[in-house]
């Protein structure tokens, strides 16, 4: 199975400062087919996971440009330009290059 | 608007067969690919796997041969059926969905099931 490494586990952030997780897979993601299937998921406390971006950089219609992806390989990065308090919460990427899907163990995003 | 639901029982008995019913709303269930994913209490996701009506399907190898999955277009549903459950099951079941199996824009609310006698 394809391991997901996320860096930092925790991230206390202040309000309108900027956040930045890292995610790195134990194999590259690049699919036989060119493209590169890694996600990035939110989930607020007590609610299911949200799709925020697909396909390294893609995000979902309705997700705030202050999300953004980007990487390539092995190696990934969500970056939250300035974080609101909308944004508290477990972020998780996810490879779907590979069966099975797998996820990253997950970042909690809290405000300082 | 396409809304999830899961259904099923919240307990469950070790060696028992853990049963779930995702019902789909405010679109056919052909067309799309539909997954269940769990979360074990205070931990992260772990995928379980995906059907799709066209008799595609995977499913992770660590839950074996343990995992059924199938689709019901008639009733707009789609199930999962776990066999031998233990404690190590107990989860929030989730079901989602989407034009791809990866692609995961649809989120039922989840159901907790406990494994206990």
């Known amino acids: 199975d394809v391991v997901m490494t996320q860096t930092p586990l925790s991230s206390p952030v202040t309000l309108g400062q900027p956040a930045s997780i890292s995610c790195r897979s134990s194999q590259s993601l690049v699919h036989s087919d060119g493209n590169t299937y890694l996600s990035w998921l939110q989930q607020r406390p007590g609610q299911p996971p949200r799709l925020l971006i697909y396909q390294i950089s893609n995000r979902l219609s309705g997700v705030p440009d202050r999300f953004s992806g980007s990487g390539a390989g092995t190696d990934f990065t969500l970056k939250i330009s300035r974080v609101e308090a909308e944004d508290v919460g477990i972020y998780y990427c996810?490879?779907?290059?590979?069966?099975?899907?797998?996820f990253g163990q997950g970042t909690r995003v809290d405000i300082k | 608007q396409v809304q999830l639901q899961e259904s099923g029982p919240g307990l469950v008995k070790p060696s028992e067969t853990l049963s779930l019913t995702c019902t789909v709303s405010?679109?056919?269930?052909?067309?799309?690919?539909w997954s269940w994913i769990r979360q074990p209490p205070g931990k992260g996701l772990e995928w379980i796997g995906y059907?799709?009506?066209?008799?595609?399907?995977n499913s992770n190898p660590s839950l074996k041969s343990r995992v059924t999955m199938s689709v019901d277009t008639s009733n707009h549903q789609f199930s999962l059926r776990l066999s031998s459950v233990t404690a190590a099951d107990t989860a929030i079941y989730y079901c989602?969905?989407?034009?791809?199996?990866?692609?995961?824009?649809?989120w039922g609310r989840g159901t907790l099931v406990t494994v206990s006698s």
């Open positions: 989602a969905g989407g034009i791809w199996d990866w692609y995961l824009e649809l």
């Open positions: 405010g679109d056919s269930v052909s067309g799309y690919h």
């Open positions: 059907i799709h009506n066209s008799g595609s399907t």
């Open positions: 996810m490879q779907a290059t590979q069966f099975p899907r797998t």
